[in-house]
C-alpha cells in the first residue's frame, strides 16, 4: 500500500514563544489532513464528492492566535479524560482525586488545560504523524506522570487512522478521543442536519440535568437514539424527548454493540447526500460521543469565513463512557503501570 506523503511547514508561535509546526499528509486521491502540534488539531480535512471535488469537511479556525483564544475543542486530541467527570472527583484505590472543574461543577474533556491546549512533540513515521506528550503526575487533578503516543495516518483507501497508547507510573484513568466536527457537505455549510447517520448501538447511556450519564444502559428502540438503521439527524434533534432536551439535541454516549473487547468495529457512518460524501467510524473502542453541535452559538467566527452556528457541525468521539471512574457498571478506564492504554479509531471517506 502506498503511503501518504507529509509536508511540514511553520504554523507560528503561541503566545507564550512556542513553536508550532503544521504537518500536511496527502494520499494518491487528493485526500489531504492537515495536523497542528497545538493540541494535535486536524485543522483541515478535504475528501472529494461523488463528482471528485474537494471540500474541507471539518470545522476549525483560521489562526493559532485564534485556536489559543478558545474553542470548542474543534479537532483536537482530547485527554487526559474525555467527556465529563461528575463533580469534577473521582476515587482510585481508595484515594480521591479532585479534578480542575471547568463545566459547572464537571470536569469536561481533561480540564481547564486538556491535551487539546499542549504542544505536542512531531516525529514523522510511515504514512503518517506521530505525536508525544508527557503529562506529568498531577496534571489537571489527575495521578501518575502518563506518557501518551497519537499517530495519525493515511493510506489510499482514504482512511484517516488514529491510533493512541499510554502508559503510566501510578494507577490513573485514561480516556483519548478526538474532536473534530464534521460536515460533510463542507466547512460553513449551514447545517448537519440533512446528513443521515448510522449508529451501531442497541443501547445509550441517559445523562441527568449536568450531562452525567444516570448508569444505565437504556435501549434504543423507539426513541429518537434509535440510529440502527440510517436516518436524517434533523428526526432526532427536533424531538421533544427528555434526553434529547437535557441536550439541546443529541449529545449522547451511544453503547457500540460488539461481540469482544477489542476487534475494529464499524460504530457509525454518516452520508450527506448532496455531496455523496460518506463517512465511516471504526473504533476499538466500547462507545460514541454523537453530538450535534448544539452549543455552537454563532459566537466563534470559523475557518469558513463564517460564523459557527448551532448544528453548523456534529462530533463522532469514540470512548469509553462519560464519568467511567464513578460508575462501577461501565467498562474501566484506570490505567496502571506495567499496562500500556491502547485505542484505535479510522474514519473511512467514500462517495456515493
Ligand atoms: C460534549 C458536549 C460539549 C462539547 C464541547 C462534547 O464532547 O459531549 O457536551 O459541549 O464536547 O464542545
Same mark, same amino acid.
Given at each position: %500500500?502506498?503511503?501518504?506523503?507529509?509536508?511540514?511547514?511553520?504554523?507560528?508561535?503561541?503566545?507564550?514563544?512556542?513553536?508550532?509546526?503544521?504537518?500536511?499528509?496527502?494520499?494518491?486521491?487528493?485526500?489531504?489532513?492537515?495536523?497542528?502540534?497545538?493540541?494535535?488539531?486536524?485543522?483541515?480535512?478535504?475528501?472529494?464528492?461523488?463528482?471528485? $471535488?474537494?471540500?474541507?469537511?471539518?470545522?476549525?479556525?483560521?489562526?493559532?492566535?485564534?485556536?489559543?483564544?478558545?474553542?470548542?475543542?474543534?479537532?483536537?486530541?482530547?485527554?487526559?479524560?474525555? =467527556?465529563?467527570?461528575?463533580?469534577?472527583?473521582?476515587?482510585?484505590?481508595?484515594?480521591?482525586? /479532585?479534578?480542575?472543574?471547568?463545566?459547572?461543577?464537571?470536569?469536561?474533556?481533561?480540564?481547564?488545560?486538556?491535551?487539546?491546549?499542549?504542544?505536542?512533540?512531531?516525529?514523522?513515521?510511515?504514512?503518517?504523524?506521530?505525536?508525544?506528550?508527557?503529562?506529568?503526575?498531577?496534571?489537571?487533578?489527575?495521578?501518575?506522570?502518563?506518557?501518551?503516543?497519537?499517530?495519525?495516518?493515511? =493510506?489510499?483507501?482514504?482512511?484517516?487512522?488514529?491510533?493512541?497508547?499510554?502508559?503510566?507510573?501510578?494507577?490513573?484513568?485514561?480516556?483519548?478521543? =478526538?474532536?473534530?466536527?464534521?460536515?460533510?457537505?463542507? =466547512?460553513?455549510?449551514?447545517?448537519?442536519?440533512?446528513?443521515?447517520? %448510522?449508529?451501531?448501538?442497541?443501547?445509550?447511556?441517559?445523562?441527568?440535568?449536568?450531562?452525567?450519564?444516570?448508569?444505565?444502559?437504556?435501549?434504543?428502540?423507539?426513541?429518537?437514539?434509535?440510529?440502527?438503521?440510517?436516518?436524517?439527524?434533523?428526526?432526532?434533534?427536533?424531538?421533544?424527548?427528555?434526553?434529547?432536551?437535557?441536550?439541546?439535541?443529541?449529545?449522547?454516549?451511544?453503547?457500540?454493540?460488539?461481540?469482544?473487547?477489542?476487534?475494529?468495529?464499524?460504530?457509525?457512518?454518516?452520508?450527506?447526500?448532496?455531496?455523496?460524501?460518506?463517512?465511516?467510524?471504526?473504533?476499538?473502542?466500547?462507545?460514541? $460521543?454523537?453530538? /450535534?453541535?448544539?452549543?455552537?452559538?454563532?459566537?466563534?467566527?470559523?475557518?469558513?469565513?463564517?460564523?459557527?452556528?448551532?448544528?453548523?457541525?456534529?462530533?463522532?468521539?469514540?470512548?469509553?463512557?462519560?464519568?467511567?471512574?464513578?460508575?462501577?457498571?461501565?467498562?474501566?478506564?484506570?490505567?496502571?503501570?506495567?499496562?500500556?492504554?491502547?485505542?484505535?479509531?479510522?474514519?473511512?471517506?467514500?462517495?456515493?
Amino acid at each position: %500500500m502506498k503511503e501518504a506523503t507529509i509536508n511540514k511547514q511553520s504554523y507560528g508561535k503561541t503566545a507564550n514563544g512556542v513553536a508550532v509546526d503544521e504537518y500536511t499528509l496527502t494520499n494518491a486521491n487528493q485526500v489531504e489532513v492537515k495536523i497542528i502540534t497545538y493540541g494535535g488539531i486536524i485543522t483541515s480535512l478535504s475528501v472529494p464528492d461523488r463528482k471528485g $471535488q474537494l471540500a474541507n469537511v471539518v470545522l476549525g479556525r483560521s489562526t493559532l492566535a485564534d485556536y489559543e483564544a478558545g474553542h470548542p475543542y474543534l479537532g483536537a486530541i482530547i485527554g487526559r479524560f474525555g =467527556n465529563r467527570i461528575g463533580k469534577a472527583r473521582f476515587k482510585l484505590n481508595g484515594q480521591e482525586y /479532585t479534578l480542575a472543574a471547568n463545566d459547572g461543577p464537571n470536569s469536561l474533556h481533561g480540564g481547564r488545560k486538556g491535551f487539546d491546549k499542549q504542544v505536542w512533540t512531531a516525529k514523522e513515521v510511515p504514512g503518517g504523524l506521530e505525536l508525544s506528550y508527557l503529562s506529568r503526575d498531577g496534571e489537571e487533578g489527575y495521578p501518575g506522570n502518563l506518557a501518551t503516543r497519537v499517530v495519525y495516518s493515511l =493510506n489510499d483507501q482514504n482512511e484517516l487512522r488514529i491510533d493512541y497508547t499510554a502508559t503510566t507510573d501510578r494507577p490513573t484513568v485514561v480516556n483519548l478521543t =478526538n474532536h473534530s466536527y464534521f460536515n460533510l457537505a463542507g =466547512n460553513g455549510a449551514p447545517s448537519i442536519e440533512n446528513h443521515l447517520i %448510522m449508529i451501531n448501538a442497541d443501547r445509550y447511556t441517559p445523562v441527568d440535568q449536568n450531562l452525567i450519564p444516570t448508569g444505565e444502559l437504556a435501549s434504543v428502540a423507539g426513541t429518537p437514539f434509535d440510529f440502527r438503521l440510517p436516518r436524517q439527524i434533523a428526526a432526532g434533534i427536533r424531538s421533544g424527548h427528555p434526553q434529547v432536551v437535557l441536550g439541546r439535541g443529541i449529545d449522547h454516549n451511544f453503547v457500540i454493540n460488539r461481540t469482544d473487547n477489542t476487534s475494529l468495529v464499524l460504530a457509525a457512518s454518516l452520508y450527506e447526500p448532496n455531496s455523496g460524501r460518506a463517512m465511516d467510524v471504526l473504533t476499538t473502542e466500547p462507545g460514541i $460521543q454523537f453530538y /450535534t453541535g448544539n452549543f455552537l452559538d454563532g459566537t466563534l467566527l470559523g475557518s469558513s469565513g463564517g460564523l459557527y452556528r448551532q448544528g453548523d457541525g456534529l462530533c463522532l468521539e469514540t470512548q469509553h463512557f462519560p464519568d467511567s471512574p464513578n460508575q462501577p457498571g461501565f467498562p474501566t478506564t484506570v490505567l496502571n503501570p506495567g499496562e500500556t492504554y491502547r485505542s484505535t479509531t479510522v474514519f473511512k471517506f467514500s462517495a456515493r
